[in-house]
DNA sequence: TTGAAAGCGATACCAG
DNA sequence: CTGGTATCGCTTTCAA
């Protein structure tokens, strides 16, 4: 920046100000510093420009590379903040790792805002955090004071799915879940299907069967499977997940099942729920929007547009495809032989 | 850190030390300082690190988020990292801005290291930004000085994926890719792929049919549409990658065919390439292992141990399926009825 | 082994 | 409108 500075002629403050075109420069000593900037192919050092004022970076926290609805957050909020003058700074949890450690690290590097999605992190120590810098979480449904949260609204997103179960004649309606936590109040997303799915069935007199499962794909197949071939009386799952789902649509491949046996419906909306060989019925809860939408709250924080807390939430809506029929007892239809 | 150097009556310099565990310092400072940083919750601020030292960031650049192999590649590098002192910074492009400005965006947050991915950035352009920081490439088939890569042997994937549809009796196999921009010699694995298609068939004495389509997945869909429904002599596919050969599979489940009728064989093999309703044959390349590796390199480089290009290849792997099937001639054998 | 002081490269305040 | 200067929090000599 001296170089810039004395290539132009002018002081280091000068050039700073052209940088940030800050108030109070006149366009001779503009023209002058750009033309230098060019010449020297000078770029600004993000860490020195962090330790006054800001890094122009903003930290998305995520838990896991591996599920697509995460995909679809990041690809909305990359493509919100795409054009602006900040960089996106995606940070992976790992196996166990994840979480607060990591929302650390992006703290630690200056990120001008975050961007969290991992469930297990308390509300008071997000609180905490937000006290330092503007944070978003997306996903739970916190009333919090400090930070915003941009959530889909799993109660009714779940009765859209069971209410399309039971349309269709369903019910015995298996619930596959993640193992979680629990807590009260219900506000995961995954706490809040369970109970929604606790609710519908217990209102209308049905058997609640609810299967928890771990995070590994190996360990989702294996109880989808163990579900599907030891009670023969169900006829549909609603899974807390696309992913999950797709798992049960394995489980029911390999056991020589299909979907007019066993009707699935997931959540999310995932891409590949689309695809005809999958034709997955799901709950849409339009993660770009939901990543675009945390940037901009991000953003209103950063610019110092708002200071008050503000809960953004999605409307889901339901996808029928061909993952969901009619229900047959499938006792008596099932062939157990493949198509 | 002041702070922290009185609580514990030393002075900055000295908690410094403590903190990079560098030489000189007592048993008796070293646990008079972190008790003090234990109580007072000190956390080093990366920024003014990065001005003198180092940021312990990695940077990795990916110019596409919804691309299923690049989030494997990110899950690799991710996992390789665990348990380090760094952290994994993921950039992503976002449309066209993607390659050089976002690679530059991450240089000038000081990373200590750089994974790039994107095949559009020129080699030229490399060497240069490799001169400041040590950078990794992985994907393309560079003869760099300055920067390692991490390939996998596209030619030889190829010749796996011909192999077996000519091995199935297919004659008439067209080749999807990605429109590209020509370069000699090619070096970018869909380049490649490209070639050596042509020299197979050429070799064979088949025709080649070659389809280019762009990164828009309608788009996509679209030019393997038209291919399917123009051609009926076609009985196999050989895509570019699993995305494009899914598309296939979707454009002919669309058009009532199957992979009976024509048979498709991708490359990458993403994870839903093996779920039984996709059951989509392709050439592995090892996705995790080519980040691992590339966190590998870069940490040789930033530790010092080597200053000299290393080149890593990996061995691809036939996966075989079932979307890759006997030939048949399609207008004999096809029934245009949706089964 | 420890402490004091000089930067790193920007920003921001305050005179001129 | 412009230039000088203190400052951010850490690392890194260099003496003691």
């Known amino acids: ?79 919100r903040l795409a054009g602006s003058s900040y960089q996106l700074m995606i ?30 992190v308390t509300p008071a120590w997000l609180e905490t955090l937000a006290l330092e810098l503007p944070v978003v979480l997306i996903g739970r449904h916190d009333d919090s004071v400090n930070y915003d949260t941009v959530t889909n609204d799993d109660v009714a997103g779940t009765r859209l799915a069971l209410d399309h179960l ?27 299907r369970l109970l929604t799915y606790e609710q519908m069935t217990s209102d209308a007199g049905l058997e609640p069967i609810i299967e928890y499962c771990g995070d590994a794909p190996d360990d989702v197949y294996a109880v989808a499977r163990e579900l599907m071939s030891r009670d023969p009386s169900i006829t549909a799952v609603f899974a807390g ?26 959540y999310d909306d995932i891409p590949v729920a689309g695809h005809p060989l999958v034709s997955l019925s799901t709950v849409s809860q339009f993660g770009e929007t939901m990543g675009a939408k945390a940037i901009e709250l991000l953003m209103e924080r950063i610019s ?22 009619a229900a047959h007892s499938r006792s008596a239809s099932e062939s157990r032989t493949r198509s």
Do not use: C, W
């Open 1 to 79: 920046m001296d170089d810039v500075a004395k290539a132009a002629g002018v002081s280091k403050g000068a050039v700073s100000k052209v940088i940030r075109n800050a108030y109070g420069v006149s366009d001779a000593m503009r023209t002058r510093v750009e033309a230098a900037i060019q010449e020297l192919g000078y770029r600004p050092r993000i860490a020195a420009r962090a330790m006054r004022g800001s890094s122009f970076s903003i930290g998305l926290e995520i838990p896991n590379l591996g599920n697509d609805f995460l995909t679809q957050i990041m690809q909305g909020a990359a493509a």
């Open 91 to 120: 940070a992976p949890g790992i196996g166990e790792l994840s979480g607060a450690p990591v929302l650390e690290n992006l703290a630690d590097r200056q990120v001008d805002g975050l961007i969290a999605i991992s469930p297990e």
């Open 166 to 192: 039971r349309t269709l004649g369903h019910e015995r309606i298996a619930h596959l879940t993640m193992r979680m936590q629990p807590e009260t109040p219900p506000r995961t997303p995954h706490a809040l």
């Open 241 to 266: 997940h696309d992913t999950l789902a797709i798992s049960v649509l394995r489980a029911l491949a390999d056991l020589g099942l299909s979907t007019r046996h066993v009707s699935v419906v997931g």
């Open 304 to 325: 110092g547009k708002r200071t008050t807390a503000r809960h953004y939430q999605i409307h889901p809506e339901l996808r029928v495809r061909g993952s969901s029929q």
